[in-house]
């Protein structure tokens, strides 16, 4: 029992993370079309730019400020130099775009910051807490706490305010939003800072975990995507229920299973989900008019 | 005019001529996720080969230096490889950061015929003896070995181990669960954790399940071992730690933050320099690369950093002693290089020994007070 525990609490906690990227994936994707693939460089910079601040001696929670609001600008700029310049261009090619942008970004921060991985310190110092003979880390909890309630706020302001309309209008139907008056090219650049900043704030609750350097967003947006895919590509609710469950199945594979398969999971999820359930777990099956 | 510019267009192609070159090459993963092996490698081979160069060279010829970043992609590596020879026309190389990238590349240097020495630590790189691969770090074996004998000491023969599925984590788990059976240790439990993972808690909590582990060993480099170690700490399993010298940089312990006290590791005796008895006879070696590495660099010194050193003056030596930058009689003076002191201890080469360390270089170290402590 201590160690079903044990797997729970280590899934929960990558898979939070996974659910924060996959939700990032999901908000693009709905109001452009566009599967982001720069969205684990959100993640990096979040947790990067943290770090430098911190260590050029601003205070912690101003670092993350400042690293929430890099990379809300790196995510304008990348919509604003990048998406919106090739707005008539297939998914395909924004698509091939998006990488484009995370290698170029990888290099940035490779350069710009160091190659080396670096850690930060944990919200609530204190030792794990054992629950159940299993040990719980205090910032296993934050960053559950953290994603949760970026969901909620993420749900209070879609369904709430007239810009989160807007955000839903443009994803369901882009033709008939912009009919209506909505500002499509607005929200979409909108979506892309969303997205950027749900990404950085995840890396900044992860990086005391998961520690963080240049490189980290890579397998993170490929397990991410898996994540997205897994609960339906464009629903929110599915992004983050993706996530979880991916978190714990990596966590009891390499528990029950055996470890030499934990990142094949992922890509199983993958396969798996594009042989029999194509729309994923809670997505709807997409008819095509012709 | 025209007959001036002629002039001085021929002298000038007359004095580039006349002035040799001893082209070195390089393949270093200065990126990508062994950047902290390759980044140190070529910072320690530019500074040297500058300070050579101002000093007059070697036999009186400048080195030329040709460096090419892998990112740690085997293929890549093999390429620039492929690139050194046929269009650098290289004289000698060294590098290969990881056994990966060197295993890649040791097969085109040693069908060309040109002198290779390698930065990896696993010992296939120089079993079998290929004519022309040379290497300068500790082997896994000798890793091994280290710990086993540690363990024995410690009375402590029921283990566990965790490795990664990089080259070298591979490559020192097979070597270990070999090498078990003659030191009378026995494994009882053998994890593996994926390179790039980031929570390593599910496979420990399978060890600390296991009745009678009495120590931990994990195989592996990189960030993988200091998420081991903070998740080790955090399970709150209280047998030893020993991790092997691929953790043997100053990141690590900050990474792994207090949950790094305690462990043991064999390690070269670079970082521990200031430890050293003066009596020891790699004092002078170690401490004087890590003062000039640290003022170059700002950076903490590693060991990596020192295989390039230990490679570059080799390589340097042997064609001083060769008189020339001639392959085949620099490969022949490197084979009998004896004496050499390096920053990773006593190197005496062989035909059948293109290492020629002894177990005496290796040092077992533990980590106290967030630092490195040398264990007498």
């Not at chain 2, 500790?138 to 181990?161: Q, V």
């Not at chain 2, 004092?283 to 690369?289: E, I, Q």
Request: hydrophobic share 50%; charged share 15%.
């Amino acid at each position: 029992m201590a160690e079903f525990l044990q797997f729970t609490f280590s899934g929960l906690t990558v898979g939070a993370i996974y659910a924060l990227v996959a939700l990032g994936f999901t908000l693009i994707y709905n109001a452009s079309d566009v599967i982001n693939f720069a969205q684990g460089e959100f993640v990096m910079l979040g947790g990067m730019v943290t770090v430098f601040a911190a260590a050029a001696g601003i205070p912690l929670p101003l670092a993350a400020l400042l690293a929430i609001a890099v990379a809300v600008t790196v995510g304008m700029l990348l919509h604003r130099l990048a998406i919106e310049p090739a707005r008539g261009a297939t998914a395909v090619t924004l698509i091939i775009i998006t990488i484009g942008a995370s290698i170029l970004l990888r290099g940035l921060a490779a350069t710009f910051f160091d190659k080396n991985f670096h850690s930060l310190p944990p919200l609530i110092r204190s030792e794990p807490w054992m629950v159940g003979g299993a040990a719980l880390l205090p910032q296993s909890v934050v960053v559950l706490i953290g994603t949760a309630v970026i969901v909620a706020a993420l749900w209070s302001f879609l369904t709430r305010t007239m810009t989160g309309k807007a955000m839903l209008a443009t994803a369901s139907n882009r033709l008939a939003a912009r009919l209506v008056g909505i500002n499509t090219s607005a929200i979409v650049g909108l979506s892309f800072m969303v997205s950027a900043a749900i990404g950085a704030i995840g890396g900044i609750l992860a990086a005391p975990i998961t520690l963080t350097n240049y490189d980290v967003g890579t397998l993170l947006a490929l397990k991410a995507f898996a994540a997205a895919m897994l609960g339906g590509m464009g629903n929110p609710l599915g992004a983050v229920a993706g996530g979880l469950l991916l978190g714990l199945l990596e966590a009891f594979g390499a528990g029950y299973l055996s470890s030499q398969y934990k990142d094949a999971i992922a890509f199983i999820v993958i396969l798996f989900v594009l042989f029999v359930r194509p729309q994923g777990l809670f997505g709807k099956i997409g008819v095509e008019r012709v | 005019m025209r007959t001036l510019l002629a002039a001085s267009a021929a002298l000038i192609a007359l004095t580039t001529s006349t002035l040799a070159e001893i082209k070195i090459g390089s393949v270093l993963s200065v990126t990508g996720p062994a950047s902290f092996l390759g980044d140190p490698e070529k910072k320690t081979l530019e500074m040297y080969v500058a300070d050579i160069n101002a000093q007059g060279g070697v036999n009186g010829e400048k080195i030329k230096l040709f460096i090419y970043d892998d990112g740690g992609d085997a293929n890549k590596a093999r390429t620039f490889a492929t690139r050194l020879v046929e269009e650098d026309k290289v004289d000698a190389v060294l590098g290969g950061s990881i056994t990966g990238t060197s295993m890649s590349m040791l097969g085109v240097f040693d069908e060309a015929g040109i002198p290779y020495i390698s930065l990896a630590g696993a010992a296939g790189i120089v079993i079998p003896v290929r004519k022309w691969v040379f290497k300068t770090p500790h082997t896994e074996p000798m890793s091994c070995g280290k710990i086993f004998d540690d363990l024995k000491k410690r009375n402590l023969l029921n283990i566990a181990m965790i490795s990664g599925t990089d080259g070298w984590g591979k490559a020192m788990r097979e070597e270990c669960i070999k090498m078990a059976p003659q030191f009378g240790v026995k494994v009882l439990k053998d994890e593996i954790y994926g390179a790039a993972d980031s929570d390593m808690t599910p496979q420990l909590t399978n060890i600390k399940n296991t009745p009678g582990v009495q120590a931990v060993i994990n195989c592996g480099f990189g960030q993988g071992p200091a998420i081991v170690t903070r998740n080790y700490r955090q399970l709150g399993i209280i047998a030893p730690l020993y991790q092997s010298h691929g953790v043997s940089s100053k990141s690590y312990i900050q990474l792994a933050g207090a949950a790094a006290e305690g462990v043991r590791l064999p390690a070269g005796a670079t970082i521990i320099a200031d430890q050293l008895p003066d009596s020891d006879p790699l004092k002078k070696v170690v401490t004087a690369y890590k003062n000039k590495f640290e003022k170059a660099t700002g950076q903490p010194v590693s060991t990596f950093g020192g295989h390039m050193h230990d490679a570059l003056f080799i390589l340097v030596e042997a064609m001083k002693r060769a008189k020339s930058a001639d392959k085949a009689k620099v490969r022949d003076e490197i084979e009998k290089t004896k004496g050499f002191v390096g920053t990773g201890g006593m190197v005496n080469m062989s035909p059948t020994d293109h290492l020629g360390l002894d177990l005496d270089a290796f040092r077992m170290i533990e980590i106290r007070n967030g630092d490195w402590a040398l264990i007498r």
